[in-house]
């Protein structure tokens, strides 16, 4: 998920400043569309944004795939508390405006290299606090990544991990205690080794003089 892949895609070529611009634009869109007419709009715009910097398919998928689990799961929570008639609009609507939050930032990542990004942070804010927000974004594909290796291999010792399995909330507690657990130590020494790189960059000596 959000690896960049190299193109000469109308996309690619624009700023990292104004896809930065674009991806909290289209971004805000999805956290304030409510109505069906309004989601599809901002779906076709996602979409057509997508495919104008000539990703593939196999690239939504992988961009896609854990939003589309969720948003089983967040249509399943709606229909057991509201009921068919109640909950299955509201359900789908919130998944939906999840994906297309998240949507944009997966192009911008996809189309812009690290570097473009850094230089591009560098120039609205302090070094260091480029430096974080450059590195928070380069975890989104990485804890997606390592999502997927953890669901793999709890899955191989028995977790009921797979698309099927989670339409039943009685192995919702697999994703809690298989997946969700593991993920976030895995996270907290990640956390613990990006501080150390940082310091080792002269970050926190830096802040200090100022």
Request: proline share 5%; with cysteine; hydrophobic share 50%.
């Amino acid at each position: 998920m959000g690896k960049f892949r190299a193109g000469n895609s109308p996309v690619h070529r624009l700023s990292a400043g104004w896809k930065m611009f674009l991806t909290v634009l289209l971004s805000a869109a999805a956290f304030s569309a409510r109505r069906p007419l309004l989601l599809v709009a901002l779906f076709l715009i996602n979409g057509g944004y997508y495919f104008l910097a000539k990703l593939r398919l196999k690239d939504l998928w992988r961009d896609i795939r854990l939003f589309l689990l969720q948003t089983i799961i967040v249509v399943a929570l709606y229909l057991i508390k509201d009921g068919v008639a109640d909950g299955l609009w509201p359900g789908i609507r919130t998944g939906l405006q999840v994906l297309l939050f998240f949507l944009p930032g997966a192009v911008f990542l996809r189309t812009t290299q690290a570097s473009q990004i850094m230089r591009s942070l560098e120039k609205i804010m302090p070094r260091n606090m480029a430096f974080f927000t450059f590195t928070s974004f380069r975890f989104i594909p990485f804890f997606a990544r390592e999502m997927r290796e953890i669901a793999m291999a709890q899955r191989l010792r028995g977790a009921r991990l797979e698309p099927r399995n989670l339409v039943n909330p009685k192995n919702w507690p697999d994703i809690f205690h298989c997946l969700i657990i593991p993920l976030i130590i895995r996270a907290l020494k990640t956390a613990q080794e990006a501080a150390l790189s940082a310091e080792a960059r002269g970050f926190e000596a830096a802040e200090t003089k100022g």
